[in-house]
């Protein structure tokens, strides 16, 4: 017998000291690191199409780089940051960017990455009129894809050194590289971008007609990739041959085609000049106050990206004003455009501003006037020769004032930085000491366990000895003993049942009021809101064939959960199809607009059927809350399920609440309850006036037993 307890002991501490053995590992840096490149591949399918929400992804990739010091992914970020400000124009800002991604690939030996940091860093310094600075990193990429067969980037540095060719005006060696790389390219986008190369070719060459044909084969080769941002490249081009041939209809259509993909896209250098190109069009037609408004719009953005381009609007507007003998306006533009190119010759100044000065004195002296406009066009002639030969001195002298502003910005940055880091710090800590109590409370709490298991297992073993030692001495009084333990054995039975029954009937009603509360009160909401906006509408049938169809989706949810509480489209089709369609549904009735982000859909699907129906249920009452409280106008919800968690995120832009005032809710209880059911946390952020962001996290190893299948 003792030896028996030994045993026994013997193998509980055993497994005691076993399960207390076990560390997390290392999956928590592979669920960041497969977190940072969904947020990357996000990035670069939003790059042309929503910029906005591109640069939010982007920043959120390099912050959590950062913090989990991952280096390639980091410098990824920045490369792709940098490579968007570049379209946009910020080229200080990208410039920084790309070559600090540029040092970790150099010190990782990414060849490849390495090869297009040289490409963009290249097309920085082309596009700031650093030519020979520009060629020299083109050819030290070329060098490199040709070295290490990377064959797709081969196309794009010969086509960019073309360029350079062409803006030197070494236009047959130009077109012999453009075809080059049409060559090699073959199709897509690099090919349509080559091919409308040789037609600029063309058009600097005064070939118009030919220059319009490539133009035309650079637009079905986009129109086959089905890319709107590389049709841009093609139409500007042949809009300017309409208006270099006097064809003003055809170049004002071609351009709004063109602005209407710019508006779309918010590509604000791009507009900056289409609008300019409206307004010479417009102006060429004689149509000068419509040609003033276009230039105002080109203005506009020139000012808001600081574009080099703004002189130049302003005297392309005071032409139009002298043209309307609007001379105190046209005074005031042509003033601006000298001001803003000080090294224009001082003397050629003050002429212009004398002449603008008597034309509006002497408005109705027609000969006078028709002398100066004579004398104007003579000196503009001249002004154009001397703004190419001071050109470059302005330049230099702007990237010298932005150089000195760039250094204040990332000295007050860097501060910002320190004393962000010096907060992180703080957390972390907190954190780690919060995780080392939470081991500790999980080590003393499986010590009182197997204590609690240990010592009835061992008073056991001493009674049964006891009462084989005393077997002979009881036999007597065994058969009254067992009767009436028998007794309170029935009755203690008895007792369990009844509380048992009590318990279940009690488990059963909040189940159901959960249920009810989730289900059937969100679909009434949402339809009371949208009945309520049927009162001043027109379209009255449309709107209430949507209501019917809300009103049969909540009486089949009724009819399901009568069954079993769990609707049959979420187990019997895609869960995050039906959750899709269940937030299409009610975007489509209630107020406001719901954008959903799913990342890593198969392993959704995966989940267990109870799973499935507590997932839906939390974003269920979630949705229903934001319907009757937040008076939002846009929601987000985003659901990562990565190798053991799933994170869910559901984002206001309402008016937000204060959390400890209303915690207290039905609906805040139910949504904590069900959490709690699958051992996941829940993180409520809202501040009045701001919105809310609910953000929870479940661990699915823990609540089903079942890893996920990894991709």
Request: one cysteine or more; hydrophobic letters at 35%.
């Amino acid at each position: 017998m003792d030896k028996l307890c030994f045993i026994i002991l013997t193998s509980i501490i055993s497994l005691f000291l076993c399960s207390s053995g076990f560390s997390q590992g290392n999956t928590d840096e592979l669920e960041v690191v497969e977190r940072v490149h969904a947020l990357l591949d996000d990035f670069d399918s939003k790059i042309t199409s929503e910029p906005t929400r591109a640069k939010s992804l982007i920043n959120q990739a390099i912050a959590l780089s950062k913090q989990y010091k991952l280096e390639k992914e980091e410098a990824d970020s920045y490369f792709r940051l940098g490579k968007l400000l570049l379209n946009e124009g910020n080229y200080d800002s990208s410039k920084v960017l790309l070559k600090k991604a540029l040092s970790t690939y150099l010190i990782q030996k990414e060849y490849k990455a390495i090869s297009k940091c040289y490409k963009e860093i290249g097309v920085l310094l082309e596009e700031t009129g650093q030519r020979e600075e520009s060629l020299a990193y083109y050819t030290k990429g070329l060098k490199i894809a040709r070295d290490h067969n990377f064959n797709e980037l081969i196309p794009p540095f010969i086509n960019n050194i073309g360029t350079i060719y062409l803006k030197q005006q070494h236009y047959d060696k130009a077109s012999e590289l453009f075809k080059e790389s049409a060559s090699l390219s073959k199709k897509g986008y690099q090919y349509a971008i080559t091919i409308n190369n040789i037609g600029v070719v063309k058009y600097q060459q005064g070939l118009y007609d030919e220059a319009r044909e490539y133009y035309q084969k650079s637009l079905e080769a986009c129109k086959e990739i089905n890319d709107d941002y590389c049709t841009l490249t093609p139409l500007n081009g042949i809009a300017n041959t309409y208006l270099q041939q006097n064809a003003y209809e055809q170049a004002l259509e071609t351009t709004k085609r063109a602005i209407e993909i710019q508006e779309r896209k918010k590509l604000d250098k791009d507009l900056l000049v289409s609008y300019n190109r409206l307004g010479l069009t417009y102006n060429a037609m004689g149509e000068y106050e419509k040609a003033i408004r276009e230039y105002e719009k080109s203005l506009t953005i020139s000012n808001r990206i600081n574009s080099i381009h703004t002189p130049y609007i302003h005297a392309n507007i005071s032409d139009s004003y002298e043209n309307l003998k609007d001379y105190k306006n046209a005074l005031t533009h042509i003033e601006k455009f000298y001001q803003q190119l000080d090294s224009i010759n001082a003397l050629e100044h003050k002429m212009k501003t004398e002449e603008l000065l008597a034309q509006y004195e002497t408005e109705k002296k027609d000969k006078e006037i028709e002398l100066l406009r004579k004398n104007k066009a003579l000196r503009e002639i001249q002004q154009e020769k001397e703004i190419a030969i001071f050109e470059q001195e302005l330049l230099n002298k702007s990237l010298e004032e932005q150089e000195n502003k760039y250094e204040l910005l990332q000295r007050d940055k860097k501060i910002d930085i320190l004393n962000k880091n010096r907060e992180l710090q703080k957390a972390n800590i907190l954190n780690q000491e919060n995780e080392l109590k939470r081991q500790a409370l999980i080590k003393n709490i499986v010590i009182i366990s197997a204590i609690s298991i240990l010592v009835p297992v061992i008073i056991l073993l001493i009674v049964y000895r006891q009462k084989v030692k005393s077997k002979e001495q009881l036999a007597a009084k065994t058969e009254e003993v067992n009767q009436q333990k028998t007794l309170e054995l029935i009755r203690e039975f008895e007792i369990k049942t009844i509380r048992a029954q009590i318990e279940g009937q009690e488990n059963e009603k909040e189940r159901i009021a959960k249920e009810l509360h989730d289900g059937i009160a969100g679909g009434l909401a949402a339809i009371k809101m949208k009945l309520q906006s049927l009162e001043n509408s027109s379209n009255e049938n449309t709107q209430l064939k949507k209501l019917i169809k809300g009103v049969d989706t909540i009486y089949s949810e009724v009819r399901t959960i009568s069954h079993n509480l769990t609707p049959p489209e979420m187990l019997n089709h895609s869960f995050a199809d039906f959750l899709k369609k269940y937030l299409s549904d009610v975007s489509e009735i209630a107020t406001f607009e719901i954008e959903y982000i799913f990342h890593n859909e198969r392993k959704l699907n995966q989940l267990d059927d109870n799973f499935k129906v507590e997932i839906y249920r939390i974003l269920q009452e979630l949705i229903t809350n934001i319907i009757k409280h937040a008076k939002t106008d846009f929601v987000e919800v985003q659901i990562v399920t990565n190798l053991n968690n799933i994170n869910l995120i559901v984002e206001d832009h309402g008016q937000g609440f204060d959390y400890k005032e209303k915690s207290n809710g039905l609906g805040l209880q139910n949504i904590k309850s069900r959490i709690q059911s699958l051992n996941g946390n829940l993180n409520i952020d809202s501040v009045k006036g701001r919105g809310t962001i609910i953000n929870i996290d479940i661990d699915y190893y823990i609540k089903s037993g079942v890893k996920l299948e990894t991709v």
